[in-house]
């Protein structure tokens, strides 16, 4: 078992495992979906920047808050129920690792738009979204994989679930995009 020591108190490393996970995946899927979106619907790339990083902090927030509000109600019918809370995590931290979680990993779809890879890599128009879907798929695996790290999963397998399930969403939202297109 990970653990970490914070003064005088053990925690385990892994007990914020869902929170990480979810956030980090979740961070990922909506931005990636963002940049798949206009990407299929054949938009201005500055649109991605303008759309991905407002969604990238307001969707971070709301996931946040989504997560303190869901530990709330827990605690808060616990006491109802049973007259105590059986204690659980503090709402205030499992939200803010949900929401650092979503924003640190939900930069990843974004960063080649960010650096202007067809500038700098003198690559062909339209390739910028072909390095964002691999550094999504690179960040998706990864995040899956570090599962391994406190839990019986094999990394191979974690990082592949989590791969094919982001990638899946992409590809959603990429042929939404194309489907609706013609609107903009």
Known sequence: MITRFLGDEVED???????????????????????????GAALDPAIVLILGVANL?????????????SQKSTLDYE??????????????????????????????PLLPYIIGVEAT????????????AVAAAVAFFLVGASRSL??????????????????IAAAVAFSVGMLLGGLA
């Open 13 to 39: 490393a892994g007990g914020y495992i869902s929170e990480v996970i979810y956030g980090a995946n979740d961070g990922i899927v909506t931005t990636f979906a963002v940049v798949a979106g206009v990407a």
């Open 57 to 69: 902090f307001a969707d971070g927030f709301s996931m946040g808050m989504s997560n303190y509000l």
């Open 79 to 108: 006491e109802a129920r049973y007259g105590a809370s059986h204690g659980g995590k503090p709402p205030a931290r499992t939200a803010g690792t949900t929401f650092l979680a979503f924003i640190l990993a939900g930069w990843t």
């Open 121 to 132: 890599l003198f690559v062909t128009e339209g390739s910028t979204f072909v390095v964002s």
């Open 150 to 167: 406190v839990t019986n999963r094999t990394w191979y397998a974690a990082g592949g679930e989590m791969l094919t399930i982001g990638m």
